[in-house]
């Protein structure tokens, strides 16, 4: 079953534009959103959950019109961007003491068996705490309320790379028993190599790919050659760098062609990223 | 069951997956109808995608080595085992045939593979 | 709804700010511009409770919470008016005080029921132009609290005027006798609905205006 899915999602801004993001996500999977700065994750977060106004396209989660039936869906899903920025002089007992009042389905014991797992003590306030445990805290409450979808922007950014192994072995917990999703935002790769399922890539407001991570990382190649093997093959290459002793690209693996004789390797999606920008012009 | 994951190998992570359970199944470390562990489980304890050790899985029953019970879950395939001899020349010739073709590219003549197979064999 | 107020009291509204309608104690100060003591309240309870919010992210806390836009500033509009109507309870309080030890009255507008019901409709004028201005930002308090003030200021000096040169209005707006009861209830009572017609009004119009805010 989708458990979300966004069609033809447009805003317009003056300096940027989302054009037409469309994506959707399956039931029981992890999902990784990513994108450069400013490419448009959080505007399509935003504009997913109202916060920001859509111009046109529908959103829909765990089977229902968000515009329609916002308050329901909202009841069953968590969402943050960063950690917890609210109340830092508040004690955590009060802050959770307001919040589990707003959802139905708020479980106490849950609450309790992670606040003690991740040695949570709701003594302390928010600004006593490290921003890696800021973030399971408003995890916390996204479990304690039990939602079925988490969308999270950019949970892992500031964590050292301890904390986010953590997190990230928390969400493949966290999906698990198959019923419910992620989506996160980050531009840390290396933490969706990991444990993603599907991606959904975007750069200056468009999506440029949303597929399975494997299928994604076979779609393409990095390719390595001399100087005179680049002239060639430029039509077919996304982008490439050209070094003092030869050069580096990206290539589509269809466009590949056993003649070229090119070092070849399986790309991360840091170089997919990194090459995609390069053609849009992002670092020059 | 077994799985180590190399992530230099340069084999997809399925693929890594698939050989070494298909080569627990064929010299019976798993045996016949044990049940293999949920997708889910196997993938959050190996820390990858739950999508690459469901390919793992179906590459499995393609190949005849597991069996799927609706709601119970997967299970080793019994096999006779001149059935086992089977699969096993069948897994190695595919994995062969592969090879075969970049040695070809390569230029490499019967002889020269051969004579390449057997001084890695016995080293 | 509830939740929400729950809310505003647990973490936006700091206790130390009912303490505020205390200074209706000013009342108690012979010859003096009695609407002056209702504007304490303006001058430190608003800036400081929508500055403090402000601080902590109360708009990003709260629009995590499965709630419609519009309550959010239902329940900041109804926690103001609630301190509001406190403000002006303590007032009144007071206002029965000064009868009783200083009966000689007041060179402008006496402590009085008509003192009362003028405060409500200076509070009411106030959310009218504070609060849709406000929310047309969600977060810049400075014009808005400025206009609301100004207007605050600007009315209730002009009814000090009047009661001061016009007979006619001093009648029934001046006086702290017992007589002086039958023109007053009926201004008390339509302080007391021109307030909440008037507070309603604004929220509706902070309403809209807060639900076109992209945050």
């Known amino acids: 079953m989708e458990i979300l899915s966004v069609k033809n999602l447009k805003k317009h801004y003056p300096q940027f534009d989302l054009k037409d993001v469309s994506f959707s996500l399956e039931q029981g999977y992890i999902m990784g959103f990513i994108g450069s700065n400013g490419a448009g994750k959080t505007t399509t977060l935003k504009s997913m959950l109202g916060m920001v106004h859509k111009d046109s396209g529908t959103v829909s989660m765990l089977g229902m019109d968000f515009a329609q039936h916002e308050l329901e869906i909202k009841q069953h899903i968590g969402f943050m961007f960063g950690g917890v920025d609210y109340y830092a002089k508040t004690k955590i007992r009060t802050i959770t003491d307001v919040v589990r009042r707003f959802y139905h389905e708020w479980d106490d014991s849950i609450y309790q068996k992670y606040m003690k797992r991740f040695a949570l003590d709701d003594n302390k306030r928010p600004s006593e705490l490290s921003s890696g445990m800021r973030i399971k805290y408003s995890l916390v409450l996204a479990l304690s309320h039990r939602a079925k979808l988490l969308l999270l922007d950019e949970p892992t950014s500031g964590l050292d790379p301890v904390a986010r192994d953590n997190l990230l072995e928390l969400f493949q917990e966290f999906i698990e028993d198959g019923e419910r999703s992620i989506l996160f935002s980050t531009h840390i790769t290396s933490d969706l190599e990991k444990c993603a399922d599907y991606i959904t890539y975007i750069e200056r407001g468009c999506i440029i790919e949303s597929r399975t991570k494997d299928d994604l990382l076979q779609a393409y190649r990095l390719v390595k050659g001399t100087s005179e093997q680049l002239a060639p093959l430029q039509a077919r290459l996304i982008a490439s760098k050209s070094h003092a002793y030869g050069f580096s690209g990206l290539i589509k693996t269809a466009e590949l062609d056993p003649g070229d004789r090119l070092e070849i390797e399986e790309p991360t999606l840091e170089d997919i990223m990194i090459y995609y920008a390069k053609k849009e012009g992002l670092n020059e | 069951m077994e799985i180590v994951i190399s992530n230099t190998s340069g084999d997809p992570i399925y693929q890594q997956i698939f050989e070494q359970i298909s080569a627990q199944i064929i010299k019976g470390k798993l045996a016949s109808d044990t049940c293999l562990p949920p997708i889910r489980t196997v993938a959050k304890e190996l820390r990858i995608s739950v999508i690459t050790v469901k390919r793992a899985w179906e590459e499995l029953e393609h190949a005849g080595l597991i069996y799927t019970m609706a709601g119970k879950g997967c299970f080793v395939t019994p096999l006779q085992p001149n059935a086992l001899d089977e699969k096993r020349s069948q897994l190695a010739s595919e994995k062969m045939a592969k090879d075969m073709d970049y040695y070809k590219t390569l230029g490499l003549s019967l002889d020269e593979i051969i004579a390449m197979l057997k001084k890695d064999y016995d080293s | ?215």
């Open chain 3, 1 to 215: 709804m509830n939740n929400l107020l729950y809310k505003e009291l647990r973490l936006v509204i700091h206790p130390f700010y009912y303490l505020t309608s205390l200074f209706a104690a000013l009342i108690l100060i012979p010859y003096w511009v009695y609407f002056v003591a209702l504007m304490y309240f303006l001058f430190i309870a608003i800036p400081n409770i929508f500055t403090n919010a402000k601080a902590q992210n109360d708009t990003g806390f709260s629009v995590l919470l499965p709630v419609k836009k519009s309550d959010v500033v239902k329940a900041r509009v109804t926690s103001m008016a609630a301190l509001e109507i406190l403000q002006m309870a303590v007032a009144a309080i007071f206002v029965a005080i000064s009868v009783a030890i200083s009966p000689k009255g007041n060179v402008l507008i006496d402590a009085n029921l008509a003192y009362l019901g003028c405060g409500l409709l200076l509070y009411g004028l106030f959310n009218l132009f504070f609060f849709p201005m406000y929310y047309k930002t969600g977060h810049k308090i400075g014009i808005p609290l400025m206009v609301g003030l100004t207007v605050f200021t600007i009315i209730g000096g002009i009814i000090e005027v009047l009661v001061v040169t016009v007979p006619a209005v001093a009648k029934v707006l001046d006086g702290n006798t017992p007589s002086a009861l039958v023109s007053q209830i009926p201004v008390l009572a339509a302080g007391i609905a021109l307030f909440a017609g008037l507070t309603w009004l604004a929220y509706r119009m902070a309403a809209k205006n807060f639900e076109a805010v992209d945050l």
